[in-house]
């Protein structure tokens, strides 16, 4: 091996640490161990196929020379790369001495010839990596899409843009656009997919925009662009994240100050507002880390407006469009007519200290684009489910260039890319074996309840150690269990709910990923909960094809459970086995108690007065009854707002009440709180706690302006989701998270009297 070999095992291309895992559980543990394994040896570890037990095999056995490592499913490498006639263009404009038969070669072709014809850091290559997904804009969720196509496209464009006065955002039009493909990869079972980036290429896409006022910034926003703007907050809202260069304190108690809320809400929705500002007041800094910085990367638009446009600009046929028009646009007739309005991208955001006028046309605008293609209804034509993918990249940004593209609604996605894999189970009986990635098993799960024993635990005054909690569940719950025994053909979940009468699940239905092929469809071959037991005949079936190990991601997935659209309370679920005529077997599964909650704890304001500091806060009368609370506050007295609220529920966990100002926020002073903290919270002390009423004092100084300030409370519930992306297994389960919360808010004004 070469001295740019990885040093781990999740660091070679295609392995990732799910496949780390299952190499390590079959033995394979150093480099070392994968170099003495043969490719057979490496086809028998969990989710290894023939294609990638060869392709790691090179990549290890290769020549130090070898400077490419093979390609992997999901990656375009240099050697993939095809050379275009406008980027050969390009490349002529960076050195005298490039061949003309270029073209159709690759990227490795253009730097081994050109190694000392051209600059060298325009030699190497950038990766970008990507997500394909799509958004469930009802749980604000993103799920991936495995073995899409992704063409990779040289993209030549003009565009109208549209940019009304009075928004801070707008939209493109584009027209005589050409599309080259360079090169195509498939998402993994993720929906990962990588690129390498000719660095002479992203060159091209840069020194055209360069040339040309407010090109470079528009790029697809993210949450944190938007919040950043300073045209929307005067003193914009800093992201809670570090940053590598010096910046200034980013303020995190901000996004609540009274105003900043609402056009926060008003920008990236109130249920983003709410989960950013939850993120600020998590405690120490490093906690804010994981949640809240991805979702500021997130899009800022996963389900983008449509701009404001005359009448006349939408109708389809660009004759009736030119002469309703007429000379209301400021745009050249040949561009109105070659636009198709329903075809538009955006919104971008408005670029900063330019004049950008409502309508303006660019010709020519050269990017590497993505389209995502993927055969979701199964007739055998692969259909585009993301195109028009212009500005994706920010191929001006130093660090990460990674992109998530948001598919349409019709691609079949995953719920989720976590789940029990082949090495973690032991099948003997039927069972249920885990809860999304939470083990059916003590201490970590307690079957008699149906509660999660380490998440959310309470906190008892002055113990440094904290008992078992009683964490229900909640959201979409992945059941993964055993079921795959020769005599049965087909499985179903059964469930009692509060001891009440067994009945089948029904009607659930959803997408397993499976490795280097199309997801399969899961669903029930009767009304009467009936799935098939996807083993390899099944398969074979499905995909048309010979089989010689089952591809499944997660074999032992049974059922995706939206506990929504069920009660809450306590379920007793079990497996059923049935033969190929769905007649039940004798053989069943032990029950297993799951306890679902999707409640957020109740919340009120039992009163509110206010008064002078320099009386004790017991003795104020001036009581806040009005819907529109105002306090004149005495000239040159600090005065202080006593707020009594109560926090309840089944399995309340926590509940904050905190105090904002504009600028600064009025300090609590009773309870005493350490520092000058502007919040008081409480945490359940035992699995019984199910309340809690407090009085608190906040105090507003002389000197903080006049204007509006807002009493907030905000409760958090013990449940969570298993599913992953969290901290439970990497913590052995023992973590607390706020999955399910609620707010209360108060604006009072505040003036001098």
Same mark, same amino acid.
């Given at each position: 091996?070469?001295?740019?070999?990885?040093?781990?095992?999740?660091?070679?291309?295609?392995?990732?640490?799910?496949?780390?895992?299952?190499?390590?559980?079959?033995?394979?543990?150093?480099?070392?161990?994968?170099?003495?394994?043969?490719?057979?040896?490496?086809?028998?570890?969990?989710?290894?196929?023939?294609?990638?037990?060869?392709?790691?095999?090179?990549?290890?056995?290769?020549?130090?020379?070898?400077?490419?490592?093979?390609?992997?499913?999901?990656?375009?490498?240099?050697?993939?790369?095809?050379?275009?006639?406008?980027?050969?263009?390009?490349?002529?404009?960076?050195?005298?001495?490039?061949?003309?038969?270029?073209?159709?070669?690759?990227?490795?072709?253009?730097?081994?010839?050109?190694?000392?014809?051209?600059?060298?850091?325009?030699?190497?290559?950038?990766?970008?990596?990507?997500?394909?997904?799509?958004?469930?804009?009802?749980?604000?969720?993103?799920?991936?899409?495995?073995?899409?196509?992704?063409?990779?496209?040289?993209?030549?464009?003009?565009?109208?843009?549209?940019?009304?006065?009075?928004?801070?955002?707008?939209?493109?039009?584009?027209?005589?656009?050409?599309?080259?493909?360079?090169?195509?990869?498939?998402?993994?079972?993720?929906?990962?997919?990588?690129?390498?980036? *000719?660095?002479?290429?992203?060159?091209?896409?840069?020194?055209?925009?360069?040339?040309?006022?407010?090109?470079?910034?528009?790029?697809? *926003?993210?949450?944190?662009?938007?919040?950043?703007?300073?045209?929307?907050?005067?003193?914009?809202?800093?992201?809670?994240?570090?940053?590598?260069?010096?910046?200034?304190?980013?303020?995190?108690?901000?996004?609540?100050?009274?105003?900043?809320?609402?056009?926060?809400?008003?920008?990236?929705?109130?249920?983003?507002?709410?989960?950013?500002?939850?993120?600020?007041?998590?405690?120490?800094?490093?906690?804010?880390?994981?949640?809240?910085?991805?979702?500021?990367?997130?899009?800022?638009?996963?389900?983008?407006?449509?701009?404001?446009?005359?009448?006349?600009?939408?109708?389809?046929?660009?004759?009736?469009?030119?002469?309703?028009?007429?000379?209301?646009?400021?745009?050249?007739?040949?561009?109105?007519?070659?636009?198709?309005?329903?075809?538009?991208?955006?919104?971008?955001?408005?670029?900063?200290?330019?004049?950008?006028?409502?309508?303006?046309?660019?010709?020519?605008?050269?990017?590497?684009?993505?389209?995502?293609?993927?055969?979701?209804?199964?007739?055998?034509?692969?259909?585009?489910?993301?195109?028009?993918?212009?500005?994706?990249?920010?191929?001006?940004?130093?660090?990460?260039?990674?992109?998530?593209?948001?598919?349409?609604?019709?691609?079949?996605?995953?719920?989720?890319?976590?789940?029990?894999?082949?090495?973690?189970?032991?099948?003997?009986?039927?069972?249920?074996?885990?809860?999304?990635?939470?083990?059916?098993?003590?201490?970590?799960?307690?079957?008699?309840?149906?509660?999660?024993?380490?998440?959310?635990?309470?906190?008892?005054?002055?113990?440094?150690?904290?008992?078992?909690?009683?964490?229900?569940?909640?959201?979409?719950?992945?059941?993964?269990?055993?079921?795959?025994?020769?005599?049965?053909?087909?499985?179903?979940?059964?469930?009692?709910?509060?001891?009440?009468?067994?009945?089948?699940?029904?009607?659930?239905?959803?997408?397993?990923?499976?490795?280097?092929?199309?997801?399969?469809?899961?669903?029930?071959?009767?009304?009467?909960?009936?799935?098939?037991?996807?083993?390899?005949?099944?398969?074979?079936?499905?995909?048309?094809?010979?089989?010689?190990?089952?591809?499944?991601?997660?074999?032992?997935?049974?059922?995706?459970?939206?506990?929504?659209?069920?009660?809450?309370?306590?379920?007793?679920?079990?497996?059923?086995?049935?033969?190929?005529?769905?007649?039940?077997?004798?053989?069943?599964?032990?029950?297993?108690?799951?306890?679902?909650?999707?409640?957020?704890?109740?919340?009120?304001?039992?009163?509110?007065?206010?008064?002078?500091?320099?009386?004790?806060?017991?003795?104020?009368?001036?009581?806040?009854?009005?819907?529109?609370?105002?306090?004149?506050?005495?000239?040159?007295?600090?005065?202080?707002?006593?707020?009594?609220?109560?926090?309840?529920?089944?399995?309340?966990?926590?509940?904050?009440?905190?105090?904002?100002?504009?600028?600064?926020?009025?300090?609590?002073?009773?309870?005493?709180?350490?520092?000058?903290?502007?919040?008081?919270?409480?945490?359940?002390?035992?699995?019984?706690?199910?309340?809690?009423?407090?009085?608190?004092?906040?105090?507003?100084?002389?000197?903080?302006?006049?204007?509006?300030?807002?009493?907030?409370?905000?409760?958090?519930?013990?449940?969570?989701?298993?599913?992953?992306?969290?901290?439970?297994?990497?913590?052995?389960?023992?973590?607390?998270?706020?999955?399910?919360?609620?707010?209360?808010?108060?604006?009072?004004?505040?003036?001098?009297?």
């Amino acid at each position: 091996m070469s001295t740019n070999d990885p040093s781990e095992l999740e660091q070679i291309p295609g392995i990732g640490p799910k496949r780390a895992k299952a190499l390590r559980v079959a033995g394979y543990e150093t480099l070392d161990d994968l170099e003495a394994a043969t490719e057979a040896d490496l086809r028998d570890v969990a989710m290894f196929d023939d294609i990638l037990a060869r392709d790691i095999k090179a990549m290890l056995n290769r020549d130090a020379d070898d400077v490419v490592p093979v390609k992997q499913p999901n990656v375009v490498t240099p050697d993939d790369w095809r050379v275009t006639e406008r980027q050969l263009a390009h490349i002529r404009t960076l050195t005298d001495d490039a061949p003309s038969d270029l073209v159709g070669t690759t990227a490795l072709d253009v730097r081994d010839q050109l190694e000392f014809a051209m600059a060298p850091e325009l030699l190497g290559f950038r990766q970008v990596c990507g997500r394909v997904v799509t958004h469930d804009s009802a749980t604000g969720e993103y799920h991936p899409v495995p073995n899409a196509t992704v063409h990779v496209e040289d993209t030549d464009c003009s565009f109208l843009s549209r940019f009304p006065s009075d928004l801070g955002y707008g939209w493109f039009f584009p027209f005589d656009c050409t599309r080259e493909t360079v090169a195509t990869t498939t998402t993994n079972e993720c929906g990962e997919f990588c690129v390498y980036v *000719p660095l002479w290429d992203i060159d091209r896409v840069l020194d055209f925009r360069r040339e040309r006022v407010c090109l470079p910034e528009i790029v697809r *926003p993210r949450i944190r662009d938007v919040l950043e703007r300073p045209e929307e907050f005067p003193d914009p809202v800093n992201p809670p994240e570090p940053r590598p260069e010096p910046r200034p304190d980013p303020g995190f108690g901000r996004l609540f100050d009274p105003g900043v809320f609402e056009r926060t809400a008003e920008l990236v929705g109130e249920d983003v507002a709410l989960r950013l500002g939850a993120g600020t007041e998590r405690g120490d800094f490093g906690d804010l880390e994981p949640e809240a910085a991805t979702l500021l990367d997130r899009p800022a638009f996963p389900e983008p407006p449509e701009p404001p446009l005359p009448e006349g600009f939408l109708r389809p046929d660009p004759e009736e469009r030119l002469e309703l028009l007429g000379d209301e646009l400021p745009v050249d007739p040949e561009v109105i007519a070659a636009v198709d309005p329903d075809r538009l991208v955006g919104p971008f955001l408005r670029c900063r200290d330019v004049f950008v006028p409502e309508w303006r046309t660019f010709v020519d605008v050269p990017d590497i684009t993505f389209r995502v293609t993927q055969d979701f209804d199964g007739d055998g034509t692969q259909e585009t489910i993301y195109s028009e993918g212009f500005f994706d990249v920010r191929w001006n940004e130093e660090q990460s260039l990674d992109v998530d593209l948001v598919a349409d609604d019709a691609a079949n996605s995953i719920p989720t890319c976590d789940g029990l894999t082949p090495e973690n189970v032991e099948c003997e009986t039927p069972s249920i074996e885990s809860i999304g990635l939470l083990p059916t098993r003590s201490p970590i799960y307690d079957d008699a309840t149906g509660y999660a024993r380490r998440i959310n635990r309470p906190k008892p005054p002055g113990s440094s150690t904290r008992p078992d909690g009683t964490a229900p569940f909640a959201g979409t719950l992945q059941l993964h269990g055993c079921h795959r025994f020769e005599e049965a053909s087909y499985y179903r979940v059964l469930y009692s709910y509060e001891g009440g009468p067994e009945r089948p699940f029904t009607g659930h239905e959803w997408h397993v990923p499976a490795i280097g092929r199309d997801p399969v469809h899961v669903q029930p071959s009767a009304t009467d909960g009936w799935y098939p037991i996807l083993d390899v005949p099944y398969l074979e079936s499905y995909y048309g094809e010979n089989l010689n190990d089952n591809p499944l991601l997660f074999p032992y997935w049974v059922l995706n459970w939206n506990t929504r659209g069920y009660r809450d309370g306590s379920y007793e679920v079990r497996l059923q086995l049935g033969d190929s005529d769905m007649d039940p077997l004798s053989v069943t599964s032990p029950s297993s108690t799951i306890t679902v909650d999707n409640r957020a704890p109740n919340l009120d304001i039992g009163g509110i007065v206010w008064g002078p500091t320099s009386e004790p806060p017991e003795e104020w009368d001036n009581e806040i009854t009005e819907s529109c609370p105002r306090i004149e506050r005495p000239s040159g007295e600090d005065i202080g707002i006593r707020v009594t609220f109560r926090a309840w529920g089944k399995h309340f966990r926590s509940v904050e009440a905190s105090a904002h100002g504009c600028g600064r926020n009025p300090t609590l002073v009773q309870p005493s709180s350490s520092g000058r903290s502007n919040r008081y919270s409480y945490w359940h002390e035992s699995v019984g706690d199910r309340s809690h009423r407090q009085t608190v004092v906040f105090e507003v100084p002389a000197g903080y302006q006049q204007g509006a300030y807002r009493i907030r409370l905000r409760g958090v519930s013990r449940a969570f989701n298993p599913a992953g992306g969290g901290r439970g297994p990497s913590t052995n389960w023992e973590y607390d998270t706020d999955y399910i919360d609620s707010h209360f808010t108060r604006l009072i004004s505040i003036t001098d009297a």
